[in-house]
């Protein structure tokens, strides 16, 4: 059995001791002579690890009490429409600052539910290649709150550094960077991702609300009760059966980034370090590799570039699965390569990676 | 290691050879060296897995391809407004027939969004033992649907006959008995389920809609795009990332009961051979355990009865642990116990839970 190099951008690489201990659990979770997708969700052996998944997630983000720890469904899709359904009521407006194709889509479902203020980094061709400089950010301060996408999949972009938005409350889609790098929680409201990059597999959306936030949701009475964030704040996300397989390989993601890993610290220098190797092989490439994103935008989880043509392009992505290496070809909406990198690729894959680029550059140049 | 006898209502045991599939494939999917969670969705492995789900249930189903089959999430409970928001529109109105608490719950969303007529069986104290004769149904033909929970989980009752609706599209809830026996597709309009009973972990809803009836859904620009029928409908459930495990899951479980079971009426002969043997257990035992469901509305999936305290009810739970017999509680609501025998769990685990409650009978009557 021989494993992939994962760079796929999501669902993606999972960390080796998670699927083992999955693997060792699957007939026998915990000793109850059960699998852990058939355990009930009112079962204490259930509500121990649901809630221990929390505490991992707020020790791992140095969130206090006063955050609530959700756990949704429906990927960040649906908390693109949940965001402004329970925050967007009685004429509100909010901010949304789009640098990328999801934060654009944030966008067209906010406007169902009230006025939304737009700054864009988008660029004529509608393509994005940067993050907006903070003195770019002229912010309502009676925004309800200010919208911003952490890192752009698509595009291969990432803020570097946490914007000042005036004192509205700062709501963040971190789907595709949460947990890759410590994060000032001071200056967050609410912040969501889809599991599937960094924290586990598809099917939960962790959302994470601070009190004073969720304070000013729409009452429950007033939407569908699974759209209300006060029937998940509620019911500690037990209204109903939660995605209980998905929350348990996030529980093993999150130990394994705690204590395998040691921390948001730890797993910084190692991302800082991926990404050096990967823009450096593209960098010292003399053009033959080229990156389109402003060097200071540039996303440590997804390395995006060109190659001279789409057939060389092509022809890189099929020798690169002949070598093992697979998942890299960028989005459909942009074309080229992409290497996503989160969490669960170390530094070994990137190096693989970096050597077959050189290799197919001095055959090809 | 020993596996536990497992009645659980749900999440609920899952076949063993769906297990030991799952655990074998766990670091390498079908050749690909990866985990399913660690495949992308807009792989062609995946996607091949993802019809061949569909297809599977169509053909258990005896569904046409008029049938479109969409993997949704939020559990049966995001269904309950979902249908309403999709059908209830330009004052439109629907009737719901109520035989438990999943459809009371029905109806409480469904008020949000239009006019309802309710048909009710509940008992004067709140519960329900019974579903309503053909001759009770009186429903208005302008009714846009008619709403039914197929099987009452909570309360033990089941549907034993298909009800006429006067020519009204028919939804119903089938989360607790889907696939347990055939049924009249062509009575049907739209059908969900939560997976976690009958198909496989939670995670992932399905929902099948025949298209004329979609036709009626609302428009999807009109919707959150997440909220939309359409949506699912028009991107096979792949407008963002699917609960790829969860459907995995149910891949394998659809497979064990077409191919091991051999389809719908080998699972219906093996459920009623399950509810006889319990409830023949039941009504031989001089009164000594009490089911309170008339017998001709009895479940086949959720036997429920009474003992003659609530503190003997609680030594039952408490023996039968011992013996290795799990998830027999009833629910919160009603007390008691209940046997929940999805299609998991063969005969051989009837006959265990008889003979204990025979030992039981004979030490304390």
């Known amino acids: 059995m021989k494993r992939a190099i994962n760079f796929n951008a999501g669902p993606a690489a999972l960390p080796m001791e998670v699927l083992l201990k999955a693997q060792e659990e699957m007939l026998d979770w915990r000793g109850t002579g059960m699998s852990v997708m058939e355990v009930s ?81 988008e660029n004529e061709d509608g393509s994005f290649t940067r993050i907006p400089k903070q003195e770019e950010l002229r912010i309502d301060p009676t925004s309800t709150y200010v919208h911003m996408t952490s890192n752009n999949t698509i595009y291969g972009s990432q803020w ?40 586990g597999p598809s099917g939960v959306t962790l959302v994470a609300i601070r009190d004073d936030f969720l304070y000013l949701a729409q009452e429950q009475s007033k939407l569908p009760t699974m759209l209300s964030y006060r029937t998940f704040s509620e019911n500690n996300s037990l209204y109903n059966t939660p995605p209980c397989f998905s929350i348990y390989i996030l529980n093993l993601t999150l130990k394994w980034l705690l204590y395998s890993i040691g921390g948001l610290e730890n797993m910084q220098k190692i991302n800082e370090e991926k990404a050096r190797i990967l823009y450096e092989a593209i960098d010292s490439s003399e053009g033959f590799y080229r990156g389109p994103v402003e060097k200071e935008s540039r996303s440590q989880m997804n390395v995006v570039f060109r190659l001279k043509t789409p057939e060389m392009e092509d022809a890189f992505i099929k020798q690169a699965k002949s070598a093992g290496i697979i998942g890299i070809r960028g989005h459909r909406s942009t074309g080229g390569i992409r290497f996503s990198i989160y969490n669960a690729n170390l530094v070994d894959n990137i190096r693989k990676a970096v050597e077959f680029m050189e290799e197919f550059r001095l055959i090809n140049r």
């Open 160 to 199: 570097q550094y946490w914007p000042e938005v005036g004192g509205a409350p700062l709501v963040c889609d971190m789907s595709s960077d949460i947990f890759s790098r410590p994060f000032p929680v001071d200056k967050l409201a609410l912040i969501y991702a889809g599991a599937q990059k960094n924290l």
């Open 41 to 121: 969700h009112r079962s204490s052996e259930y509500e121990a690890m649901h809630n221990e998944s929390q505490e991992l997630f707020r020790k791992l983000a140095g969130m206090g009490p006063e955050w609530k720890i959700l756990f949704m469904t429906g990927g960040a899709s649906t908390q693109f429409f949940m965001v402004p359904m329970n925050y967007l009521f009685r004429e509100r407006k909010a901010t949304y600052i789009v640098t990328g194709h999801w934060g654009k889509a944030a966008v067209k479902e906010a406007k169902r539910f009230g006025s939304i203020d737009v700054i864009s980094t």
